[in-house]
């Protein structure tokens, strides 16, 4: 097209231009058909999904729907400052001796006079459950990811093991193992760390060895051509490499884990999952919203701490998730 | 690296060349050793904090060792009951069905039993005056008297006292428990008891020949249906393992995670066209928009899933909602963070021929980011297949909940078992979806 006028759009074509031309209008039929044939599928499985759902549901939607404002308009503390009361476990005047209003009941004592709010510990624990899975995970995803790297180990017996084993620890369901845990050990916080540490190895050990499959080889092609036995080849050829992803992984994990402590504390785990779902249960409207508040005040600190902590490791690229 | 062979020369200029390889600043290098004495220092603290070794004392590890036998054996039950007269046979909770009649139990006199642990070698004998443990080929005598049972002379480690009754341990076989009145016999094997049929069925105790025959050739065993219809109706509603009902509820978890995510990626899509900075111009859209998402996403998944169970009752629904609100939040925000990373020029070119906005939009950015938003939603139902499962356990419905009830009567766990095996099948071929599509999407480049 050097001319500067250009072909009608009716002109012939020669055979040549003819034929690509076909085949093009052939491909866009083709690609056509899958996109209605796909979004038709799609439609079909959510209406079946609806009507499946709704029907399965103790209270169908429409006949739920006004309750559940209802819901709302009454799920509402006496006055606000109720809510700060209940957050610092400050006497409530409208103390009546129930469960509802012993907001100073759950203080833990540091020393003399000082005390830490039921819900800040609870809270507490619920980080340090995530904090200490994080810690075991690392850990063994860590030593394991190596394993199941293509461009490391050289056996494909062994990458598949390790490979099928993170699957395992990433698929199995985590209320199972702390449920398990919490019938031998009473209820408690080891149950959540074994469980949310089992998912959690499973998770990193993917995204590490994924990372470690993406690390530059030439420093361990360079200490190989020096004799360099296995354990140094991992150990000055990929660790330096990979371990600004791996601790930005582990970080990101973290906050995903204060989250998944949170679930399994309200199944048995402790923490302020656990008093939550009591808080909620016994319609304890201003308990209720202080712990909503300290949820939402925590995990949006520790996510903006994590993340500016990534940014510093491994700059822009810092924002993935994990699952 | 002994090969490495270097004269004491290139040695010291390899070091002059490379100072900062060779003398890190002391910072840098008490790095290392300090992340390490901090992390060990956290450990000891936890350690004290979730009072682990009291947890580890109070812990009933005999229970976990029967809890995880359970996963994958049963245990039979009859008990032997003395009588004035001699020796009763009886069944508690058979799973044997009515009147089981065991090889493994021989009836060796009118009033005498023997019942067998892996062979004649270990067995017990039972008859109105005599009860004798067989363990490893040596006959123990065990005495019972009116007051309780006593430990015969020389008894194995294996034969223990205590309150009266003496335990014979026969290893994962089972058991013997010998009372003043009766003889409890717990016999243990390997594999799930009446998984297709419970004793009720027409169908007990038939091996899957005779089932075929049955159903192929064999008379009916209830008039009004043919066999194939009742032994599929036995199979589903077979009392123990609810095979019908815990379908499903990982129906209603896989339904929970595709509508979830679904209505959760149709909504995060225009939404997010409103919160990027590139796309539109309203400072205080993209602002409001964005605080938006970080508020859907922050307050837990678990928050919304006790939200709505209290508001529609327990069951699938308060479960779609949950994932839903989370996920239009996550998902909104990393589909912003995709379009304001778009690259313009293709924008710019379709803007140079005259289009309307829409039109810029549709060809400029749609296809630049769209793999990218049907990536992240994919990735996010397959891991909401996951979620779904504990956020049922709060009383969203699905398999987490009845996971969580076959776990409270501590008997079920072969059904637990059952359920994760499962569970990890839907995962894995979810997951195995899932990342098809994926890596076809984003091999495909983006259309």
Known sequence: MSSTTLPRRDAPLSNELRAVHEHYRGLLRTRRLYTVLGGLGLLVALGASLWFADSSNAGEFFDRLPYFFDFFIHFQPDEPMEIVRALFDLPSPFADG??????????????GDLYLPEYFYQMLVTINIAVISTLIGLVFAFALSFFAASNVTGSRAVRFAARRFFEVLRAFPEIVIAGMLVAILSIGPIGAIVA??????????????EVVENADTRPDEGLRSLGANWLERVRYGFVPQVLPNFVSYALLRMEINVRASTIIGAVGGGGIGEVFRLSIGRDHAAKTYAIILLLFVTIIGIDWISGALRKRLVGQSAFQFGG | MSTLAMSAHDAAGLRARHPQVFHRPLRQRLMAPLAALVTFAYLVFCFFFFDVPAVINNAQWDRASIYLADWYSWEATPRFRFKDDGVDLE????????????????????????SRFDGP???????????????????????????????????????SLKGGRVTVDYGFAGSAEVRNTQVYVRHRFFGWPNFFFDPRSSFFGMDAGQVWQAVTVGERFNPDMPNIKLMALDFLYNAEWQHLDVYDKLLQTIVMAFVGTLFAALLAFPLSFIAARNISANRAGNWFMKRAFDLLRSVDMLIWALFFVRGFGPGPIPGIAAIFFTDTGTLGKTNTEALENVDDRQREGVKSVGASPAVVHRYGVVPQVMPVFLSQALYFWESNTRSATIIGAVGAGGIGLKLIEAMRTNQDWENVAYMVLLILIVVFIFDNISSAIRSRLIGSGGH
């Open chain 1, 98 to 111: 129930s469960f509802k209003y012993d907001y100073e009941v759950g203080r833990v004592y540091l020393s």
């Open chain 2, 91 to 114: 069944w508690t909770r058979s799973l044997l069905g009515d009147k089981p009649n065991p090889d493994w139990i021989e009836k060796t006199g009118p009033q005498s039993y023997v």
């Open chain 2, 121 to 159: 070698d270990n067995s017990i004998e039972i008859s109105p005056d005599s009860v004798v443990a067989i363990v490893g080929g040596t006959r123990y005598a065990i005495p019972v008297m009116a007051e309780g049972a006593a430990l015969p002379a020389g008894a194995p480690a294996s034969m």
């Open chain 1, 196 to 209: 949310v540490s089992v998912h959690t190895i499973g998770a990193l050990g993917k995204l590490f060895y």
